[in-house]
């Protein structure tokens, strides 16, 4: 079963986010709803947040940051974001092991 915050489309993988920003760890807390909730230590303003959650989700799957894109919620908490010719199998996979440890705490 795949994950629900994820789709894959031709041009890579989409990822549906809810992102708390002004955190004290970036880190992925776990899926509410369709969405995956992730919390950014960076600031809503002038788009920090937004680089910060793109930066973050490209470490985490091993991308480069110019593969990760905003799609939609620039100024949203409820984000999608594309990871441009991303495996989908690898990128679900990944997550749901990161979701089953709950262990993920990595800087951006």
């Known amino acids: ?9 031709d041009a890579g993988v989409e990822v549906f ?7 004290s760890r970036n880190k992925i807390i776990g ?3 369709e969405e995956l909730k992730v919390t950014l230590t960076a600031p ?8 910060a959650c793109c930066t973050f989700l490209a470490k985490l799957c091993s991308l480069p940051k110019s593969s ?4 939609s919620g620039d100024t949203s908490r409820h984000k999608r ?5 991303a495996d989908f199998p690898e990128i679900d996979s990944l997550l ?13």
Do not use: H, W, Y
């Open 1 to 9: 079963m795949k994950l629900p915050c994820l789709r894959q489309t």
């Open 31 to 33: 899926l509410q709803g």
């Open 68 to 71: 990760v894109k905003l799609i």
């Open 96 to 108: 749901k092991n990161l979701l089953v440890s709950r262990a993920v705490n990595r800087d951006a």
């Open 17 to 23: 986010l809810f992102v708390q920003p002004r955190a």
């Open 81 to 85: 974001l594309l990871l441009e010719d």
């Open 44 to 51: 809503p303003v002038d788009g920090a947040a937004n680089k």
